[in-house]
């Protein structure tokens, strides 16, 4: 708990309250989408205590809601997990503690803290951006996720035009991956492929076929910058 | 939505997070490999995007929802905050739903 009493902690601080009230709203829509796709309050809130990874949250809900099977939504949503073992490597030397520090400190790595943390130098800095950000974000994921369950039990989630809430949150999520050639171009391949293949695939199975735009990676990149995204974990 | 889905994917994404980040540490991944592994979101949400608005089950429907879908691509370009998105493309969608 020292981190918070560091120099830059204010700062920080204030920083992921920002990213939190997002991480919020997030979390109330994935609760509220959650119950709707079939799931009890107590599974939205398991799900975002234990797996804490915003997108593949979201994709599961996603295909369970529209009739896929529980198989392909775990596909889809390993793959989308996958590049948490990337950031990974970028967060060693702030999880160079106790066993038990790692430990927990492994089920924060996700797109927000990697960005907080990429974006600081110095070990030390790095370390205090990390351990005071990722309570703050996950305490507000699943803060956010119980409210929406408990909202999401309580109305009919069709009659707000809720099913338009996916596509929205993915757009937002998408943006960020954007700023690279190799990640429009991924996109680009999984937009198309997705609705040309969902007549003659059974639900869920397009979405594991779109990631083989992660090809277009094999030419490296003109120009690369950091990934980030805006609002989910 | 089913408890052994919930807890198997818990587990996974968990030991996915504890690969990077305590076994392979601070040894180097080819070049190439990190780079693919880092486009599959921009792959797999523009696809979840395109099968959530332009689809239904296995058929193509074309509906309302384009309409959010259009309001959150302006405004997530614009770099709208992530709760006025949600809300304006929500919203466009149910409005659009409510008068036509």
Request: with cysteine; hydrophobic share 55%; net charge positive.
């Amino acid at each position: 708990m020292h981190y918070f009493r560091a120099p830059e902690a204010r700062r920080v601080v204030s920083a992921s309250l920002v990213i939190g009230v997002a991480f919020v709203v997030f979390g109330m829509s994935f609760g509220v989408l959650a119950v709707g796709a079939g799931a009890s309050v107590a599974q939205a809130c398991v799900m975002s205590l234990f797996i804490f990874t915003g997108a593949s949250q979201m994709s599961i809900v996603s295909v369970i809601a529209a009739g896929g099977s529980p198989a392909s939504a775990f596909g889809g949503a390993v793959l989308l997990a996958g590049r948490n073992a990337v950031y990974g490597l970028a967060m060693s030397p702030v999880l160079d503690g106790s066993l038990g520090s790692r430990l927990l400190g492994a089920q924060w790595v996700i797109d927000e803290t990697t960005a907080l943390v990429t974006a600081e130098d110095g070990d030390e800095r790095k370390k205090t951006v990390f351990w005071v950000s990722a309570p703050i974000l996950y305490a507000a994921w699943n803060l956010g996720t119980l409210g929406g369950a408990l909202i999401g039990n309580s109305i009919d989630p069709t009659t707000f035009g809720l099913d338009a809430a996916f596509p929205v949150m993915f757009t937002a999520m998408v943006v960020p991956h954007l700023r690279t050639r190799n990640g429009r171009r991924a996109a680009a391949f999984g937009a198309v492929t997705s609705v040309a293949l969902a007549p003659f695939l059974p639900v869920g199975l397009p979405i594991l076929v779109c990631a083989l735009g992660m090809l277009f990676g094999l030419s490296p990149e003109p120009e690369s910058g950091p990934v980030r995204t805006d609002g989910a974990p | 939505m089913t408890w052994a889905l919930i807890l198997s994917f818990g587990a996974v994404a968990y030991a996915l997070k504890l690969l990077g980040a305590v076994v392979i540490g601070q040894r180097s991944v080819p070049a190439a490999l990190q780079r693919c592994l880092l486009l599959i979101p921009a792959a797999l949400l523009a696809a979840l995007i395109t099968k959530d608005t332009f689809t239904s089950g296995q058929e193509i429907v074309l509906d309302a929802r384009i309409v959010g879908l259009v309001v959150a691509g302006v405004l997530s370009w614009r770099k709208a905050p992530f709760a006025v998105i949600v809300f304006a493309g929500v919203g466009a969608t149910a409005l659009l739903r409510a008068f036509a």
